[in-house]
């Protein structure tokens, strides 16, 4: 952490706009640029994310010796470790911009990746008692979280933001739909890397393209907002007199945190990070309960993002002309579905319904997180307010798959924590409908 700080101090005194080219050259908008490499970092933070690790599950319990139960464990308190820095990581954000957090986040992201390639080797090294092996597991999975599911992925969320103002729910949307098929294929690709080339060997690929690949196009390429660059949002004509007097206004943190409607965006953001990291991470366990075999498990994947593509696409169409009360709405009744779907797993409907429910649901979520914060709470402090949401989501994300594996340890099923879920967001469902929800102009 006292590296990364001391580099983003450095870095921004070494670069400008107009190195190695100026944006305004270009013979195209600019904001395209920034639209791809937005969708590349997401795309490329899939060793922080749960279904990126999750392929390496089964692996990681053989050679570092732990149970299912003890690397969910290592998992939590690794993954909620790191969400007590992301706000701070999102005014990082707000002060040096994307174009020193992106690169930074995606460098360490790859450093982390090689020490989990490695982890096995310095715990046969050190030769200790068995909490070394659980803390060399929780250093790496903070690692990886923090800079890949927390700073990398919030970080190209917001960097697209400042380019697309009048467009911004459909260009996000098509992003999304780039990402949540990446997503999606990303288990059954890494699958197959590891099937031909080994675990370890597919950790060293997957540092090499985000740590050192993508983090110095990304230093390249990647532009702040288009005022700095002398361009307009959406690509239009910039008036500099008209930049100043339009400003919007902003909410700060502590303004945020007093609002009901941050708190139940924020938590139903939550539920679905809680839920479906659960799902994603134990996918093999959990469809061998119901019956299913490890690529029936993964397959799930694909109808998943084909539904998730859809609703994604059509709700980012609809976005912009909307206000996002409904998309809520639908996001939660699409999860219900899907907790149905889980509970039910074993029955004939139950596989659509779970892919039906948390593809639509994860479709609309990545409009809402897209769009949500800076409807609500202005441009000017956008990182530190989505900042502190996404820590508590990635908080969730980490109880998620210990929560399910103890429930299935306890209960002898992962039903029973699906069941506490489906409640959770039939309140969530209540509290989207009643509270009243009014967007900054």
């Known amino acids: 952490m006292l590296i990364f700080r001391a580099l983003l101090t450095l870095v921004p005194h070494l670069i400008s706009v107009s190195w190695p080219f100026h944006p305004k050259k270009t013979p195209f908008f600019y904001g395209w640029v920034i639209w791809v490499f937005s969708a590349l970092g997401f795309v490329l933070s899939v060793p922080g994310q749960t279904m990126g690790m999750a392929v390496f599950t089964d692996y990681f319990i053989e050679v570092f010796s732990l149970s299912r139960t003890e690397l969910s464990m290592a998992y939590l308190v690794g993954t909620i470790a790191s969400a007590f820095f992301l706000t701070r990581a999102g005014r990082w954000f707000d002060i040096y911009g994307g174009r020193i957090m992106v690169p930074l986040a995606a460098f360490f992201l790859g450093l982390m990746v090689l020490y989990f390639s490695f982890a096995d080797k310095f715990i046969s090294w050190i030769d200790g008692p068995s909490w070394i092996t659980l803390a060399v597991v929780v250093v790496g999975f903070f690692g990886v979280r923090f800079f890949g599911q927390g700073v990398l992925t919030s970080c190209s969320r917001n960097l697209l933001l400042p380019w697309f103002v009048k467009r911004r729910g459909l260009v996000s949307g098509l992003r999304n739909v780039f990402v949540s098929f990446g997503f999606s294929i990303a288990p059954l690709g890494i699958a197959g890397l590891i099937a031909f080339f080994g675990w370890r060997e597919t950790l060293w690929g997957m540092a090499l393209i985000v740590g050192l690949i993508f983090s110095v196009l990304a230093l390249i390429f990647i532009r702040d907002n288009p005022a700095s660059c002398d361009l307009a949002p959406d690509g239009e004509t910039y008036n500099p007199k008209e930049e100043i007097s339009s400003g919007q206004i902003s909410l700060r943190l502590k303004d945020a945190r007093r609002s009901l409607v941050f708190w139940v965006y924020s938590l139903s953001l939550a539920m679905h990070a809680l839920f479906g990291t659960a799902l994603t991470f ?86 809402i997180s897209n769009l949500a914060f800076i409807r609500f709470f202005g441009p000017s402090h956008v990182g530190e307010v989505s900042g502190f949401s996404t820590s508590i989501s990635v908080f969730a994300s980490a109880l998620g798959p210990f929560v399910f594996s103890a429930a299935a340890d306890i209960f002898g099923s992962y039903g029973a924590a699906a069941q506490t879920c489906l409640l959770l967001l039939l309140v969530l469902l209540v509290a989207a409908v009643v509270i009243p929800q009014k967007e900054l102009s």
């Open 282 to 367: 134990h996918v093999v366990a959990i469809f061998s309960e119901a019956g299913f075999s490890k690529e029936v498990a993964f397959s799930y994947f694909i109808p998943v993002a084909i539904f998730s593509t859809s609703a994604n696409l059509l709700a980012s169409w609809l976005v912009d002309s909307r206000s996002l009360k409904p998309f809520l709405i639908l996001m939660l009744g699409s999860f219900i579905l899907g907790s149905f779907g889980f509970i039910f797993l074993n029955a004939a409907w139950g596989y659509w319904a779970l892919a039906l429910g948390f593809g639509v649901g994860g479709g609309l979520w990545g409009v």
